[in-house]
T-cell receptor, first 114, second 114 residues
Framework: AQTVTQSQPEMSVQEAETVTLSCTYD???????LFWYKQPPSRQMILVIR??????QNATENRFSVNFQKAAKSFSLKISDSQLGDAAMYFC???????????FGTGTRLTIIP | KAGVTQTPRYLIKTRGQQVTLSCSPI?????VSWYQQTPGQGLQFLFE???????NKGNFPGRFSGRQFSNSRSEMNVSTLELGDSALYLC?????????????FGPGTRLTVL
């Protein structure tokens, strides 16, 4: 069974600094999709960024970028120039091409220090 | 385009009762998935519907059921409620079942079982 591990339950970063959230996963598949979702205190889960496993190039979305290491099964999220609005729970998720469901990690609570 | 909507946003029930939650996907989206979120278990997949058919089911007892209508709206039902069913229930929609399609989440329904 696929598993997703986020080893950092909590992280904090000074405003305007850079922070990296870690995620590792376990799968025997070669093609799959990885996602980072953000869940602010209001609870709406928002897609931050996605990565296709067949693409070697790391995905970027404005201040958000990933470091995707397929052989190591690692998928970390880097947030540059952190802003107060970035404070949230961040979930790493894996989507299985066989049954399409999302498997989530346990989340990392990110605090932004003004 | 309107996002995923879920009703009601909050529910309080007592043990033994049943409850029905509703989800309206983004216009044009035909796949709807349901997830249960609790502090202890995190985010767990309940089931996924596409074209009115259940395509995948998570590891939940038969008290949890769902359905999808021809307009892609979905409902999930929990019968004989238990205290442990208290959770945030999230609905997500995507265009199709393809693993390449991003799932977009609704705000959730907070169910409290007393």
């Amino acid at each position: 069974a696929q598993t997703v591990t986020q080893s950092q339950p909590e992280m904090s970063v000074q405003e305007a600094e850079t922070v990296t959230l870690s995620c590792t996963y376990d799968t025997s598949e070669s093609d799959y999709y990885l996602f980072w979702y953000k869940q602010p205190p209001s609870r709406q889960m928002i897609l931050v960024i996605r990565q296709e496993a067949y693409k070697q190039q790391n995905a970027t979305e404005n201040r958000f970028s990933v470091n995707f290491q397929k052989a190591a099964k690692s998928f970390s999220l880097k947030i540059s120039d952190s802003q107060l609005g970035d404070a949230a729970m961040y979930f790493c998720a894996y989507r299985n091409p066989l049954n399409e469901k999302l498997t989530f990690g346990t989340g990392t609570r990110l605090t932004i220090i003004p | 385009k309107a996002g995923v909507t879920q009703t009601p946003r909050y529910l309080i029930k007592t043990r033994g009762q049943q409850v029905t939650l509703s989800c309206s996907p983004i216009s044009g989206h035909r796949s709807v998935s349901w997830y249960q979120q609790t502090p202890g278990q995190g985010l767990q997949f309940l089931f996924e519907y596409f074209s009115e058919t259940q395509r995948n089911k998570g590891n939940f007892p038969g008290r949890f059921s769902g359905r999808q209508f021809s307009n892609s709206r979905s409902e999930m039902n929990v019968s004989t409620l238990e205290l442990g069913d208290s959770a945030l229930y999230l609905c997500a929609s995507s265009l199709t079942l393809s693993e390449s399609d991003t799932q977009y989440f609704g705000p959730g329904t907070r169910l409290t079982v007393l």
